[in-house]
């Protein structure tokens, strides 16, 4: 969501949370500064809807929100473009600098930039790099909120990004107290998922590797990473690990416990909505929302974190699940599991991190050379990892400190040392390492890349 539309948002999300929504709609419908059509499109982007504009469009947005369907379009561009915007040296505009897949391209007979979505992998750089607010992403709250209206169970899944994004000394119990004041059922720590998915790693690590000159790409975390492989280095696809991430297996596993329960997923990072959207991932995650959008809905909500008397749970994250956050978390995590799983084949384990797109490129264009020192190659889209990304509120140096810090003291330091995991595990018919190594028994954890 672009900041130009905060106080829009803000306003929506109130008058649907104390029943005024319909008086609120037409109040900003008839006062629209620019034309009905685009009004109502910026209107729908931030109800998390897409909808045609006509006279009855109270009643047709209010039945799209209760009717809330996947829309793999999640990020949309305005017809019109601001005759301020100028070309850069290389004769783009600020949205077409913006984006590393060169997705957005100009139409000199309208005189204005448009998306390939062919190309466009979702990372939503386009949209803050677009300073008069024509590129917009789907805010998905009001059609939670509806979902919380109507008592569903609704479980938020924050990211492990998410400590110090909310205040320097706001604890995880604190933040599930903000979340189940908001109206979810509860809270998780997507933590908890990729201390599985790091085992899942561990396990691929052993399949891939068995000589120093053998690779394994790991898909881990970041859609921009596996967006690039999937668009720009598919001769590398085989090499990459077919886990899910943290956030597909969290969503995965909450719905195998309890198939009536809606996920959504809250962290930096706005191509986590178009992962969410994939064909084969449709239906894990039902919502995403950034840590930006969450810290509007606070502030609607007067909902201040800090003050809140948190609600404790018994400690189920590890310190290497806490440190995906962060780059280089994910290579410490699966080095570390490796070695307590495979002694001997931990030997070999050699990583190499790249964060940005610019490194991503680099490593990879090393990998398709075979150039590459390493065997275990960890590539994030945000220059810091996920504390880097574009909906984060705080600093990556301020996010990375509060990360390390909450990882460093978990009682729990390795995936595998969890209790509390292995209960969820056996529920899920995994009771030991020879089933992660059978691959019907992982069929939760596993995504087919091919």
């Known amino acids: 969501m672009h900041n130009k539309y905060n106080d829009l948002f803000d306003t929506l999300v109130r008058s649907y949370y104390e029943g005024n929504f319909d008086e609120t709609l037409s109040r900003i ?8 059509q685009e009004t109502f499109k910026i209107i729908t982007s931030l109800c998390g809807v897409s909808i045609d504009f006509d006279n009855n469009y109270v009643y047709n947005i209010k039945k799209a929100i209760t009717n ?22 290389n004769k783009k505009f600020n949205c077409q600098a913006s984006c590393p897949f060169n997705a957005i391209l100009y139409d000199g007979d309208n005189k204005s930039t448009y998306i390939n979505y062919d190309s466009c992998v979702g990372c939503g750089l386009c949209i803050d790099a677009c300073k008069d607010g024509k590129i917009l992403d789907k805010v998905d709250f009001i059609p939670i909120l509806d979902l919380i209206k109507n008592n569903k169970i609704v479980i ?18 604190q933040l599930r107290a903000a979340f189940i004041k908001m109206g979810f ?16 790693e561990a396990v691929e690590f052993n399949h891939h590797v068995n000589s120093p000159n053998d690779l394994m790409i790991t898909s881990c975390c970041c859609p921009m ?10 001769e590398l696809v085989p090499d990459l690990s ?25 962290g930096p990072c706005i191509a986590k909505k178009a992962e969410a959207k994939e064909p084969d991932l449709a239906g894990d995650i039902d919502f995403v929302l950034t ?5 509007n ?23 290497g699940g806490r440190l995906y956050a962060r780059t280089g978390g994910v290579s410490i995590a699966v080095g570390e599991a490796v070695a307590e799983l495979y002694p001997e084949k931990s030997k070999l384990f050699s990583s190499v991190r790249a964060e940005g797109v610019r490194e991503c490129k680099e490593v990879l264009n090393k990998a398709l050379n075979g150039e590459i020192k390493a065997n275990f190659v960890e590539g994030m889209g945000c220059i810091g990892g996920c504390v880097g990304g574009p909906k984060a509120i705080i600093p990556k140096e301020q996010g990375k400190i509060a990360v390390d810090n909450f990882a460093y003291h978990s009682p729990i330091k390795v995936a595998t040392h969890s209790t509390t995991m292995d209960n969820v595990l056996e529920k899920l018919n995994i009771t030991s390492l020879h089933d992660f190594e059978d691959d019907t028994k992982t069929a939760i954890f596993h995504r087919d890349f091919k």
Not at 242 to 266: E, H, T, Y
């Open 297 to 319: 809905i606070f502030k609607a909500f007067e909902i201040n974190p800090n003050e809140l008397q948190g609600i404790p749970s018994k400690d189920y994250a590890s310190r």
């Open 242 to 266: 077919p886990s899910v991430s943290p956030m597909i297996g969290a969503g995965r596993v909450i719905k195998k416990l309890n198939p009536d329960a809606k996920v959504v997923f809250i």
């Open 291 to 295: 840590f930006q959008e969450i810290d």
């Open 29 to 36: 419908m008839v006062c629209h500064e620019i034309s009905p």
């Open 156 to 173: 938020a899944a924050v990211a492990p990004a998410i400590m110090g994004q909310f205040g320097e000394d706001v604890s995880m119990d």
């Open 68 to 89: 809330y369907a996947v829309n793999k379009r999640f990020i949309e561009k305005l017809d019109s473009c601001s005759i301020d915007c100028k070309q850069d040296a």
């Open 185 to 200: 059922t509860d809270m998780i720590e997507v933590a908890f998922a990729a201390d599985m998915i790091t085992i899942k």
């Open 225 to 234: 990473w596996v967006g690039m492989l999937k668009k720009v280095y598919k």
